[in-house]
């Protein structure tokens, strides 16, 4: 319900303040803990107001809905506002999220474009390894019987070295296999 002060009070019936003091000295009259006086409180004293008071009472009630659309008004701000610095906040993550995923696609792309020092490939056939070198005359004559499409046998292989006679490996047995074995063996 609608409260008003001891002033608004005084001028909606028509009274001085010093007589709704009384009242409320009196206990007749009760003020909320704002100070303020419910207008049905008022009612139930005073009774209803005059009707040449009237015109108080309607221009109060639109200054109290007036009061009320504003803070509305404000509330709505507020929530606009904190909404917008959300969708703000989104918008530099999303931009940090793309500018990192386009590092990344630039360094794959960098590494896919690398050329490799050692790599050979079909349109070039001129690359020579570092380990071979022409001043062997042995290599020059390899050179020159070499067809372009498999590579030159080298004679000597600094990086792995090639075992002559590789022994085959004997086949592995499971374990009914090799109680088989043993017992045919002996």
């Known amino acids: 319900m609608k409260a008003l002060s001891v002033i608004e009070l005084a001028q909606l019936y028509g009274m001085n303040r010093q007589s709704i003091y009384k009242r409320i000295n009196k206990g007749d009259l009760s ?95 001129e690359s020579v390894q570092p380990s071979m070198t022409k001043t062997d005359p042995e290599l020059d004559t390899a050179e020159a019987k070499h067809d372009g499409l498999t590579t030159p046998e080298q004679t000597e292989n600094e990086h792995s070295p090639v075992p002559t006679h590789i022994e085959p490996q004997p086949k592995k047995r499971g374990l009914f296999g090799r109680l088989a074995k043993a017992v045919f063996d002996n």
Request: glycine letters at 2%.
């Open 31 to 125: 003020k909320n803990s704002d100070g303020k006086i419910d207008l049905s409180e008022a009612i139930r004293v005073f009774g209803e107001p005059s009707q040449n008071n009237k015109h108080v009472t309607t221009l109060q009630s639109t200054s109290v809905q007036k009061e009320t659309e504003v803070d509305m008004l404000k509330q709505q701000i507020d929530i606009l506002k904190k909404q917008l610095q959300l969708a703000h906040e989104r918008e530099i993550f999303q931009r940090e999220q793309l500018a990192t995923k386009d590092n990344q696609i630039e360094a794959i792309q960098r590494l896919l474009e690398a050329p490799k020092a050692n790599m050979t490939t079909f349109t070039d056939q």
